[in-house]
């Protein structure tokens, strides 16, 4: 079972003469999956399924195409849900895939 909680200052390699107290990160947060299909566009939105208490963390790449994707905009709110706006560099057929999150998880 790999490791969820690692421990900030141990992974830099400096060695100061007194330690510090470990600052931990929490990585056992679930995320939500999602593809986004793009059939010769620039510009696609999602909604997301998930309940999020704030704007949600969103990462997103792209399968098998020389293209650069990101998140454009991120609108909503926790009682009507989030929808995202994916946006690439130029026109494009393929799927983008990404993932979601509470950013504090």
Do not use: C, W
């Not at 929490?26 to 399924?49: A, H, R, V």
């Not at 790449?61 to 994916?86: K, L, R």
Request: charged share 20%.
């Amino acid at each position: 079972m790999p490791k969820s909680r690692y421990d900030l200052r141990r992974i830099r390699k400096i060695y100061p003469v007194k330690r510090r107290s470990p600052l931990f990160a929490n990585t056992g947060g679930d995320l939500e999956e999602f593809k986004i299909p793009f059939n010769n566009s620039q510009s696609e939105t999602y909604d997301l399924t998930e309940a999020y208490n704030t704007a949600p963390v969103v990462v997103v790449s792209v399968q098998g195409d020389d293209v650069n994707v990101y998140v454009a905009n991120i609108t909503g709110s926790p009682s009507a849900g989030f929808t995202i706006e994916v946006k690439t560099s130029h026109n494009f057929t393929g799927t983008v895939h990404g993932f979601a999150g509470d950013p504090s998880t």
